[in-house]
């Protein structure tokens, strides 16, 4: 995990994690509280448990909900837009970019290089916006 350092003053925006953001590339890119935080791309086994919970709430998802997996951007704020491993929304809710809403569950598996963030920063983040779960 690393922080992206910039000259810019202030807090970064959503306008400065797209123009930083490569367009290729395994690693994740996240902007929190106006910082940009880069994230290696997922190993094996966490692959693995992404692909197990998104078949499981696919197939037992209630009418107009859908299931989407990073990368896929939530933009919680014009200074945080995260993440998660994969989440649960309204299909209304969604743009063809983004989620510009609180997702209904956010789920985040853990891994050694992004627990703390996953388990504090970001869970914090996302109970803030109304995530449920």
Same mark, same amino acid.
């Given at each position: 995990?690393?922080?992206?350092?910039?000259?810019?003053?202030?807090? @970064?925006?959503?306008?400065?994690?797209?123009?930083?953001? /490569?367009?290729?590339?395994?690693?994740?890119?996240?902007?929190? $509280?106006?910082?940009?935080?880069?994230? /290696?791309?997922?190993?094996?086994?966490?692959?693995?448990? !992404? !692909?197990?919970?998104? !078949? @499981?709430?696919?197939?037992?998802?209630?009418?107009?909900?859908?299931?989407?997996?990073?990368?896929? $951007?939530?933009?919680?704020?014009? $200074?945080?837009?995260?993440?998660? $491993?994969?989440?649960?929304?309204?299909?209304?809710?969604?743009?063809?970019?983004?989620? /510009?809403?609180? /997702?209904?569950?956010?789920?985040?598996?853990?891994?050694?290089?992004?627990?703390?963030?996953?388990?504090?920063?970001?869970?914090?983040?996302?109970?803030?916006?109304?995530?449920?779960?």
């Amino acid at each position: 995990m690393s922080v992206v350092s910039t000259s810019h003053a202030g807090p @970064l925006t959503r306008a400065d994690l797209d123009a930083l953001r /490569p367009l290729e590339g395994s690693e994740r890119y996240e902007l929190l $509280d106006g910082s940009i935080i880069v994230t /290696p791309g997922p190993g094996r086994w966490h692959q693995a448990a !992404v !692909v197990e919970l998104t !078949v @499981l709430l696919r197939t037992h998802r209630p009418e107009g909900l859908v299931v989407k997996t990073a990368p896929f $951007d939530v933009a919680l704020s014009e $200074d945080t837009v995260l993440q998660p $491993d994969l989440l649960v929304t309204r299909a209304k809710d969604l743009t063809d970019k983004e989620l /510009p809403t609180a /997702p209904l569950l956010a789920v985040e598996v853990l891994s050694p290089s992004t627990r703390r963030i996953d388990l504090l920063l970001k869970r914090d983040r996302f109970a803030a916006a109304g995530v449920a779960s």
